[in-house]
């Protein structure tokens, strides 16, 4: 890959339910040489830890036997080198199963690079003074209830793994903009001290980070933001440039639409403060960017600057948090949404009467204050549907939360129709913590031969 | 006649944990300077008074004809522990949207 002006890097996943055939048709048509699926949400990991607890074989995302089905007969064809967090709480495990699926389809034996190191339960069991940047209190207070703590590996791991020459990377925890920054600084040998590159490099990767959020999803808007053909919408993909010259577009012949304006929502999207977006490579700066249309569905980025890397890692730390029950029941007609309000009082009562308590209880009427609370001046609907949940460390308080929901069938105001059945979920909260670098041993490894 | 923000801009909402984040991305640059008078802090947490307890900040991006608005408290306590339908609070952008801003004078 040295040698060439730009290297291609396509986004094929931005979370894990993200959609998959346009992964595919970026891989057969997009002409790229990465293809980047950033597969884990906040909570993920901590989920996959359960899975691995109960079998150590699994632990990786899911999905990623359909995922890498879908495009490894074109990648390997078209020497398109893969990087994906969906090894999760189990890299290793998923790399037998990436190497499985390649045995399966014919293509044969393809080593895989394994990323390692970001689990860091074993060293934040021994940390309890660090501070949770959420409330301030002490890691302690939610280390007998620890599931997971996963540090946010940067690019730089990332690069050791691609110069393997092993076709795939497969990493758990790692920033979403690092996995996309890691193609550009190996294709290029960009260092750590080249931070108008890895400015330029980390903005891509996170335009690129939530796939079609660039290319018109997550924007349309009927008769004021048209965007053609979403049903069709395409993966988008950047062509770097060894200056850090950034250009980014999407797969050819596919709907959708990427502009400034896609652009720029994707580019501010989950940032707080704008000049100092945090990450393990760098700490970048968006404010002083422009975004320039430079042909239809291609835009240049330029003028991304960052400060060096902090001196610490974030770690996201799972913990088990009780139960979430809730039930839901639907009113129709007239004075459907005094109905519904009544059947709420009444559902709150029974549960007080049987003597559960929550730490948390919300009422919902879907259809007027759901999503955006108690409004002034709202008109009624026609019609309404509860929606009652609450959380408690107790499952059989969650549980009755759906089952007196669903008993206003029979025991409510009158017209309850439609109730769903009780539903209770287990609570797998995150929080965060700074963990100094040198806690922290990134190593890779790789899977390969029988 | 009052305007919009919906009327001279687009928006996105984003999470982090349980905060929220709004951009606000003026149509026409021309219009920035008025979003930057007129949607203050003040005005977009009385919108918000309904869901998020705040504090809000705001920050500017001039270049990119946008504000960010970083609302605290918004979201329920956060994706994995909140009792929301919308986790991720990503419909708080129509709350935005919806706001309505003094006659240009």
């Known amino acids: 890959m040295s ?27 997009g002409d790229i040489d990465y293809l980047v699926f950033e ?15 109960k079998n150590p074989d699994l632990g990786y995302s899911p999905s990623l036997h359909e995922r890498l089905r879908m495009v490894l007969p074109a990648c390997v064809e078209r020497g398109v080198r893969i990087v994906t967090n969906m090894g999760a709480a189990n890299p290793v495990g998923g790399a037998r199963a990436v190497r499985r699926e390649a045995r ?22 021994g940390r309890p003074d660090l501070t949770i940047m959420e409330n301030g209190e002490p890691l302690e207070s939610i280390l007998p209830k620890l599931v997971s703590a996963n540090a946010y590996l940067g690019a730089d791991v990332v690069c050791e793994a691609l110069a393997t020459g092993a076709p795939i990377v497969l990493t758990g925890r790692v920033a979403d903009p690092s996995l996309f920054l890691a193609p550009m600084m190996h294709a290029f040998d960009w ?9 330029q490099g980390t903005a891509a990767g996170h335009l690129l980070e939530c796939t079609a959020s660039v290319t018109g999803g997550c924007f349309g808007w009927p008769g004021k933001k048209d965007v053609p053909d979403l049903a069709r919408n395409g993966y988008p993909f950047a062509d770097v440039a060894a200056d850090g010259a950034i250009r980014i577009g999407k797969t050819p012949d596919t709907g959708g639409r ?4 896609t652009c720029t929502e994707q580019l501010i999207y989950e940032m707080h403060d704008p000049q100092a977006y945090i990450t393990p490579d760098c700490v970048l700066d968006i404010t002083g960017i422009r975004l320039v249309q430079e042909a239809p569905d291609r835009v240049r980025v330029e003028g991304a600057a960052a400060r060096p890397r902090t001196g610490t890692y974030k770690v996201t730390v799972g913990h088990a948090d009780g139960y979430i029950g809730e039930g839901e029941v639907s009113y129709g007609g007239i004075d459907a949404v005094a109905r519904a309000k ?4 009444i559902v709150k009562e029974r549960l007080r009467l049987q003597g559960f308590s929550y730490d948390d209880f919300r009422v919902d009427l879907i259809g007027l204050s759901s999503l955006h609370g108690d409004g002034d001046a709202r ?11 609450g959380r408690t460390p107790d499952r059989r308080a969650a549980h009755a939360i759906g089952f007196e929901v669903r008993a206003m069938h029979m025991h409510g105001p009158g017209g309850a129709g439609g109730a769903c059945e009780p539903r209770v979920r287990d609570v797998l909260a995150v929080k965060s913590v700074l963990l100094p670098r040198q806690f922290v041993n990134p190593q890779i490894a790789v899977e390969q031969g029988r | 006649m009052s305007v919009r923000v919906y009327d001279l801009a687009h928006a996105r909402a984003g999470d982090k944990g349980n905060t929220s984040n709004i951009s606000v991305i003026a149509y026409d ?6 979003l930057r008078r007129e949607l203050t802090c003040e005005r977009v947490m009385q919108a918000f008074r309904h869901v998020a307890k705040g504090p809000v900040r705001r920050y500017e991006l001039r270049n990119l004809n946008a504000f960010n608005f970083v609302i605290e408290n918004a979201l329920g306590g956060g994706v994995t522990i909140s009792l929301a339908q919308d986790i991720h609070g990503k419909s708080l952008s129509n709350v935005m949207l919806a706001i309505e801003l003094p006659e240009r004078g």
Do not use: H, Q
């Open chain 1, 3 to 29: 040698g060439r002006k730009t290297v291609r890097v396509g986004a094929g996943a931005g979370t894990s339910d993200d959609r998959m055939l346009p992964a595919r048709e970026l891989a057969e048509r």
């Open chain 1, 39 to 53: 597969c884990l949400a906040e909570r993920t990991v901590a989920r996959e830890n359960l899975a691995r607890s």
């Open chain 1, 104 to 125: 399966d389809l014919g293509l044969g034996d393809i080593p895989v690079a394994v990323v390692l190191g970001d689990d860091v339960a074993s060293v934040v069991r």
């Open chain 1, 191 to 199: 260092s750590y001290d080249d931070l108008p590159k890895l400015a």
């Open chain 1, 258 to 261: 990427l502009d400034v304006m």
């Open chain 1, 342 to 345: 009544w059947a709420a009082e």
């Open chain 1, 379 to 389: 008109p009624e609907p026609y019609e309404v549907r509860l929606r009652m949940a």
């Open chain 2, 29 to 34: 640059g021309k219009d920035w300077d008025f």
